[in-house]
């Protein structure tokens, strides 16, 4: 996981050196906003898949904790491409920061110092390539009307851990968030697809962070099947009326679902696997894409 550098407040210094005081205004409170991008191998070098949306939703994020990252998004750009260049790493994950750092612990946190990271490692993919088992658990995604459901917030993610636990001993690959609504929502890390009919189908934003690689999978489906995505809310009894269904992020790509197990432990089987499904033909697509293979979409590596 180890690289030789991480790229802080301006400079590049030695990854062992980047540490912070443990009196550290969002290590207490989670409000650092933050991140995740990968980097793959292509003929021209490593390339970064989408880096100038990540940055701007980044930047979007910090904003709605009123803060002032001390970097343009260009500068913020620039330094990432560069650390990827020097980590000698062909393929990996990025993670940039941004925090209230040391010198202020009240809850507000006006007048702290901003803090900006950014890590670049090579490391696994997230998930199998193989379709996974997910299970609804009993904790319900974050209401929107509570905190910006757009913004990459530390904090959040409690809500994500809490999942995780509950579903932890259950054989389960990954869980899947019904709203407080009772409807679908998301995996905090993943957005979820279905498929019927040849028509594909995926949450409204209303209670989902957008994210980047739902925007692609939307746009792709438009571009190379001639498909609109309806985004819509969907019932959890709507489950056993598609054929297939699957996660996207950028972390886990496209993962096919095999089987989603709701809260009373009914068990619904999904066709993701067919090599002839959308699922299937989508994921290659994508692959292609991030990879510099599919020649359409060049201006999303940098």
């Known amino acids: 996981m180890k690289t030789p550098y991480i790229w802080k407040?301006?400079?590049f210094i030695a990854w062992d050196d980047a540490l912070d005081h443990n009196i550290t205004h969002s290590l207490h409170y989670g409000s650092w906003v933050f991140e995740w991008i990968r980097f793959y191998p292509t003929e021209d070098g490593p390339k970064i898949f989408r880096l100038k949306e990540h940055i701007q939703r980044l930047f979007y994020s910090a904003s709605c904790m009123q803060m002032e990252i001390p970097f343009t998004e260009e500068?913020?750009?620039?330094?990432?491409?560069?650390?990827?260049e020097k980590s000698g790493v062909e393929s990996g994950y990025i993670r940039p920061i941004a925090y209230f750092g040391y010198g202020k612990?009240?809850?507000?946190?006006?007048?702290?110092?901003?803090?900006?990271?950014?890590?670049?490692w090579a490391w696994w993919k997230y998930l199998s390539e193989d379709p996974i088992?997910?299970?609804?658990?009993s904790i319900r995604r974050i209401d929107p009307?509570?905190?910006?459901?757009?913004a990459k917030i530390c904090g959040n993610y409690a809500n994500s851990i809490?999942?995780?636990?509950?579903?932890?001993?259950?054989?389960?690959?990954?869980?899947?968030?019904?709203?407080?609504?009772?409807?679908?929502?998301?995996?905090?890390?993943?957005n979820v697809f279905f498929v019927r009919w040849k028509k594909v189908y995926t949450p409204t934003l209303w209670t989902i962070l957008p994210w980047i690689t739902r925007n692609t999978i939307i746009k792709l489906f438009k571009d190379?099947?001639?498909?609109?995505?309806?985004?819509?809310r969907?019932?959890?009894?709507?489950l056993w009326d598609f054929d297939e269904a699957f996660f996207v992020w950028t972390a886990a790509e496209v993962t096919p679902i095999w089987t989603i197990t709701d809260e009373f432990l009914n068990k619904i089987e999904y066709d993701s696997w067919d090599k002839n499904s959308y699922t299937q033909k989508i994921k290659k697509i994508y692959d292609d894409v991030v990879k510099w293979k599919d020649k359409d979409y060049l201006d999303w590596l940098a």
């Open 9 to 11: 407040n301006g400079e």
């Open 234 to 238: 969907i019932n959890p009894k709507q």
């Open 162 to 190: 809490l999942a995780s636990l509950e579903i932890k001993n259950g054989g389960y690959d990954e869980w899947l968030l019904l709203d407080t609504q009772w409807f679908i929502a998301e995996w905090p890390g993943e």
């Open 105 to 120: 612990m009240w809850l507000n946190p006006t007048w702290a110092p901003v803090e900006v990271a950014i890590s670049a």
């Open 133 to 137: 088992n997910v299970k609804i658990p």
């Open 224 to 232: 190379k099947f001639d498909i609109d995505v309806k985004e819509t």
């Open 75 to 84: 500068e913020i750009i620039n330094a990432t491409i560069e650390l990827v």
């Open 145 to 150: 009307q509570t905190i910006p459901m757009g």
